[in-house]
């Protein structure tokens, strides 16, 4: 019989991580105050008593540092977990992971792996203000030499993250800060398919809704509406935005011949600008409506009184869903 767990999202990122270092001696966790504190967000609390300052420890407050110390382990053995402590602060690292981080495993024709995971709390929904509530998860899909994942349940949470750890390549685990007190089962004997697959989460047959991290709980809470008002919508979460899984959108495009694409991210130059493009390139002849993107405004993120109207509500993507039903 399974073993099958409640927890929330941050909790099951931490048993993940703690299963991860037990596996293997080389996994090093560090990052602003992840030991003793265990983060901002709790998330990787009680690890130092487990596993003791050697293998967890502090950074200083140098997020380029903290990028350079991962490559440096990464390029001597080791398999670095380094945390962002918030989305807008990963900028002054950029250099470091667009540059190096990314281009190391290619530049040495594969003789120096970068098994590096980057950790980054992302998207808002806190109350918090900008640099604390950033989607910045295309500017590194854009990149090529990084993974870029993001679970949207614990389930995921706990499995993805240690697929990432044992992946070769450097990850950016962007994990949805606004749903990790989300609980739900954890299957712990039984992984998920890869990290990189998309999972169909709700079949329907007028309307696919495509999204990741903390939107997809709004594309379910949409669906249940919709489902309530007779409209039949199928919600994929796409769990990987690099690379993406195109053939499940794309079969689940063929079925329904509409999708709307949502995430918390501005639209413009997004994920779901290149989803659009694709699905329109590959399953143009399956499409009945244009698709339709579902993001935050194109505007710097807006003081936590006003972030209510910023992100991308059930209402928003219902919008979307009338819209490509009225061709």
Known sequence: MANVVEMSIAKAINAGIRKAMA????????????????????????ILDEFGPNR??????????????????AMRGYSPVAEIQ?????????NQITSQLAKMQNRSEGYTTMPVVIRVPFGGGIGAVEHHSESPEAYFAHTPGLRVISPSNPN?????????IKS??????????????QKGPVN???????????????????????AYGPMVSVALQAAEIAASE??????????????????????????????????EASTFVSISSEIAARVAEL??????????????????????????KFLPDADRILEAVDRVLAY
């Open 23 to 46: 596996d293997n001696p080389k996994v090093l966790v560090f990052g602003e105050d992840v030991a003793q504190l265990g983060g901002v967000f709790r998330v990787t609390e009680g």
């Open 86 to 94: 918030f989305d807008g602060f990963i900028f002054p690292a950029f």
């Open 230 to 263: 007779g409209t039949s919508l199928e919600v994929i979460d796409i769990r990987s935005m690099s690379p993406i899984d195109f053939a499940t959108i794309l079969e689940s495009v063929k079925k329904t011949g509409r999708l709307v694409v949502a995430h």
């Open 56 to 73: 967890i420890f502090n950074s200083p407050i140098a997020e380029s540092g903290i990028i350079g110390t991962a490559i440096g382990l």
């Open 188 to 210: 712990l004997d039984e992984a998920p398919d890869g990290m990189h697959t998309a999972h169909v989460l709700r079949q329907g047959s007028q309307v696919t809704i495509a």
């Open 283 to 308: 399953a143009f002849y399956h499409l009945e409506a244009p698709v339709i993107r579902v993001g935050g405004f194109d505007v710097p993120y807006p003081p936590a009184k006003l972030e209510e």
């Open 156 to 164: 995921d949470a706990y499995w993805m993250i240690q697929q990432a």
């Open 168 to 181: 070769s390549d450097p990850v950016l685990f962007f994990e949805p800060k606004r749903r990790y007190w």
